[in-house]
């Protein structure tokens, strides 16, 4: 049995920052285990009832994949998702 996803391509929690723009917003980056294609999930951090938990990976569609252009960027995510990848079950809870 195959650990990948039927359908989408599974990408691993590479980043978690907060934007500046906006206080409560919440911007995950996930990447795929290759640092070649990211995928960024904005999330408001409205308020403590809304519990909406943060795991390892997900699945995304491909089409809502981007390009990682930056080489150093590019390694620092495969080295990060690869990380991820090897210590934590998918759907572990980050």
Do not use: C
């Not at 039927?6 to 206080?23: C, P």
């Not at 995928?39 to 699945?59: G, P």
Request: proline residues 5%; hydrophobic residues 30%.
């Amino acid at each position: 049995m195959s650990n990948q996803p039927k359908d989408g391509v599974r990408v691993w929690l590479v980043e978690r920052t907060y934007s500046d723009d906006e206080q409560n917003l919440i911007i995950l980056t996930y990447a795929t285990p290759d640092g070649e294609q990211y995928y960024r999930k904005e999330r408001a951090l409205t308020s403590f009832t809304d519990v909406r938990d943060t795991t390892a990976a997900v699945d995304a569609e491909p089409d809502n994949l981007g390009t990682v252009d930056d080489p150093d960027l590019q390694e620092q995510y495969a080295a990060e998702a690869q990380r991820m990848q090897e210590v934590h079950d998918p759907d572990d809870v980050i």
